[in-house]
């Protein structure tokens, strides 16, 4: 479920509308709940409202994510103020905004296949340097294969991960993202597992499946 109404920082955007409705369409789909389908104009609404302000911002690519991002780094609270006068701020005001940075992170990631195609959702985040201590060093690296035929078609023909951790070290974030070892690699699949198995409860009805299993070796052999 989308959590927006529990941040405590980012929150009452300047162009907020599409993220109070896109959310709360998100949240009535995953209930289930009754008369869902007569809000198709409220998400067709949106759409054309996101595209108006992809022109007006220059958005490329993932229009959703761009427009998330624009939500972020253009308001003003606290932490962003005292970000900008002093750099890196500790303390609890850095803890409120990782709490909040965590529910916007949620609306960015997914791991997921639509028409045979994997879709990979916020490679920057890889290594995170905004907090020296986060509660989720959990990470992995995504390889692709893909099989390219002489009349210039391609395909997907293998996919791995490598399970890593963002740090080096456990308790500190030093910025240096290191495979885990065998017992770490499994915890981390493990809980991939948990949350695929939530993935499609909730998008069943999509067309879109969550990446299951995560393979961490090549299928075939070149």
């Not at 490329?60 to 006068?85: D, M, P």
């Not at 030093?174 to 699949?189: I, N, S, V």
């Not at 409860?201 to 299928?219: C, H």
Request: charged fraction near 25%.
């Amino acid at each position: 479920m989308a959590r927006t109404e529990e941040c405590i920082l980012y929150r009452d955007f300047e162009n907020g509308e599409i993220l109070h409705t896109m959310t709360s369409l998100m949240n009535s789909y995953e209930a289930k709940e009754e008369g869902f389908e007569k809000r198709r104009e409220e998400f067709f609404h949106m759409a054309g409202s996101l595209v108006e302000m992809a022109g007006m911002y220059g958005f490329s690519g993932n229009l959703w994510h761009n427009y998330l991002t624009q939500l972020l780094v253009n308001h003003e609270n606290a932490f962003s103020t005292a970000s900008e006068i002093r750099g890196a701020v500790n303390g609890s005001i850095n803890h409120l905004a990782m709490h909040d940075f965590q529910i916007f992170k949620e609306l960015y990631d997914r791991g997921e296949i639509y028409k045979g195609k994997y879709i990979c959702y916020s490679l920057g985040n890889f290594s995170f340097a905004g907090n020296s201590k986060p509660d989720d060093m959990d990470t992995f690296i995504y390889q692709q294969r893909f099989r390219v035929y002489p009349d210039g078609t391609a395909e997907n023909a293998d996919m791995r991960i490598i399970p890593c951790s963002i740090s080096s070290q456990e308790n500190v974030n030093d910025f240096k993202p290191t495979p885990k070892d065998a017992d770490g690699a499994q915890a981390l699949l493990a809980r991939l597992d948990q949350l695929n198995a939530q993935f499609e409860k909730a998008f069943s009805k999509t067309g879109v499946s969550a990446v299951s299993p995560y393979p961490t070796e090549w299928k075939y052999a070149y």
